[in-house]
């Protein structure tokens, strides 16, 4: 008899309070004290006097030994004072990957079908007859005999050129981000923190180059007063600061950067929550925190429009909800003729991994 033999399912239970389980909350945390070890072990002493997340016989004195003895944490032979390592950095990133990439796979996001297509990377669903030019391994060989069978018979079968039939191929270009991050101090204001969100995105993002898109490039940078880059390495440790938001000087590095690059495709991803509100003139800076100010506005449009110029689109990813702040994000995008997506924390990471996925595929005929 063929078929499948069902039985009752009983699925493993995780010991409480093992070290993955532990392990999972603590990554977590770490993205929320801004990779502080020691601030990220006292909450979770805190929740476990809540919330008993450990057992008698595993309690967090083993959790906290673990995590030294598998190269999470180091006290540099400073007894209390714990540094993440490099390995912790790496395992958060992943795990951010994974909680936003999971996301996307569940909604069937990520993968758009594009209007033209060519000699590339991967097959797609469209077919066409076989052109003097194309690759040999684009033929669809069971189509074409296919073909010749319908189109000679069986009895006199011969292939010829016009049965050969050829798969269409999208091609996947090679493409250059930079990811601007604000880190003014609105980011933690009204009581909602946006920039651990922020963080989780660009960690995620970083992890999904580096290993399914090696070929690419991803620099960061993070804006206040100033604009400055950061490395992939630094991202965990990210923190907002007391500073207004100068966009403009955000966008004059990403574009000084960019311009380095030898990629045909290059683009910004901008994440902000605010309005530009502060300026660099020489050694003073002009700021202006009420309402839209001309002076602000008018040099961030102008910096859009040369990113316009020079072919690097803009896309914004807009975490706060304001009308007029949105109204200016419209004109902005408009002068630079990329995209805004006015985003809620949660939907962030999908949004931004659907578009960079999306954008990194060109097709050519």
């Excluded at 966009?247 to 380095?260: H, N, S």
């Amino acid at each position: 008899m063929r078929g499948y033999a069902f039985s009752q399912f009983i699925p493993q239970d995780i010991p409480k309070g093992s070290f993955e389980d532990l392990l999972k909350l603590f990554i977590q945390l770490l993205n929320y004290t801004a990779g502080d070890a020691n601030e990220a072990l006292s909450w979770m002493n805190e929740l476990d006097k809540q919330y008993k997340l450990t057992s008698d016989e595993y309690g967090m004195g083993d959790f906290i030994e673990e995590l030294k003895k598998r190269g999470y944490i180091d006290d540099d032979n400073r007894p209390g004072e714990f540094k993440i390592t490099a390995k912790s950095e790496q395992t958060i990133r992943k795990s951010a990957l994974e909680e936003i990439f999971g996301k996307l796979k569940k909604s069937g996001q990520g993968n758009h079908k594009t209007n033209y297509s060519g000699q590339g990377d991967e097959p797609n669903a469209e077919r066409r007859e076989y052109q003097f030019g194309d690759s040999l391994n684009q033929i669809d060989m069971t189509q074409s005999i296919h073909n010749a069978q319908v189109n000679h018979g069986i009895n006199d079968f011969h292939l010829t050129e016009k049965d050969l039939e050829v798969e269409e191929m999208d091609y996947k270009t090679q493409t250059s981000t930079v990811l601007m991050i604000d880190i003014s101090h609105s980011m933690i204001l009204y009581g909602e923190d946006r920039i651990t969100p922020a963080k989780k995105v660009a960690m995620a993002l970083s992890e999904l180059i580096t290993t399914k898109y090696p070929k690419d490039t991803l620099d960061i940078v993070v804006f206040g007063n100033d604009a400055w880059p950061i490395t992939i390495k630094d991202l965990p440790y990210l923190q907002v600061g007391p500073y207004h938001t100068n966009t403009y000087a955000g966008l004059e590095l990403a574009v000084d950067i960019l311009r380095r690059r030898k990629t045909n495709n290059k683009q910004i991803f901008m994440i902000t929550d605010g309005k530009p509100t502060c300026l660099k003139e020489g050694q003073h800076y002009y700021k202006n925190s009420f309402g839209l100010d001309r002076k602000v506005i008018n040099k961030t449009l102008t910096m859009a429009a040369q990113c316009k110029h020079i072919k690097i689109p803009i896309t914004t990813f807009m975490i706060a909800r304001d009308p007029y702040l949105q109204s200016f994000v419209r004109e902005f995008t408009q002068v630079n003729g990329g995209k805004a997506f006015y985003s809620s924390l949660n939907g962030l990471g999908e949004y931004l991994f659907e578009d960079y996925i999306r954008n990194r595929r060109r097709t050519v005929r």
